[in-house]
């Protein structure tokens, strides 16, 4: 079952235990400030973590789980954070960590480079993994412009949002939990992150034969 909504899943009546992956919130791209004669490059934003557990549940039970939501992008600031896909059985909850937004690139009028947002962590599952991080962008030359966006970090479900080679809002994650791309400006043009994807989660139930 793939569960993209909604916050209790119920199991089958033959159901004795579950196989979950879980996949948190990517993070916004970075926006632009703008100044006459400057230019920004925003960095991607993370991506969220994974984890991955296997459970033993009673049949014809509901159990409780998140969707983490995805980060958006800000005009003129740092992208927002995604937040945190979970999933409990008894007094266990598994966290697939959000990816962090992207920090706001202001505008400069030298080379320049700026921190994409770090991916998840994950915790309490059988197999804990981070998401990828975000990259930088970069700003080489003022005048044309010339500038490099960060791509967002990209998921086991999906591609994240590129990066730009000219100005322009930052492209949108496309894939479960996957970042933002960032932003990019030249003179006088206020610019926004691209928005982060929600997470996502996935049960496969088994039941005992015999």
């Keep these: ?27 916004g791209g970075g926006g632009c400030t703008s100044v006459a004669s400057a230019a920004g490059a925003a960095g991607g934003g993370g991506a969220g973590g994974y984890a991955e557990k296997t459970f033993a549940v009673t049949p014809s039970t509901n159990y409780g789980y998140v969707i983490g939501t ?3 992008g800000v005009s003129g600031a740092g992208g927002n954070n995604g937040t945190s896909s979970t999933f409990t059985v008894g007094g266990v909850t598994v966290s697939a960590l959000f990816g962090s937004g992207a920090p706001v690139a202001t505008a400069a009028t030298t080379l320049t480079a700026r921190a994409g947002g770090v991916g998840g962590l994950s915790t309490s599952g059988d197999m804990n993994g981070a998401g990828e991080n975000g990259t930088p962008g970069v700003v080489l030359i003022v005048a044309t412009p010339i500038v490099c966006s960060g791509k967002g970090g990209s998921s086991l ?23 933002g791309g960032g932003a990019a400006t030249g003179a006088s043009t206020v610019r926004t992150g691209g928005n982060g994807m929600p997470g996502i989660i996935i ?8």
Excluded at 203 to 210: C, F, K, L, S
């Design 203 to 210: 049960v496969d139930e088994y039941a005992q034969r015999g």
């Design 70 to 72: 995805g980060g958006t």
């Design 157 to 179: 479900y999906g591609r994240e949002g590129a990066g730009l080679v000219a100005v322009g809002n930052g492209n949108a994650a496309l894939g479960y939990g996957t970042g």
């Design 1 to 27: 079952t793939v569960l993209t909504g909604g916050t209790t899943f119920l199991t089958g009546p033959a159901t004795t235990s579950i196989f979950v992956r879980l996949v948190g919130g990517g993070g």
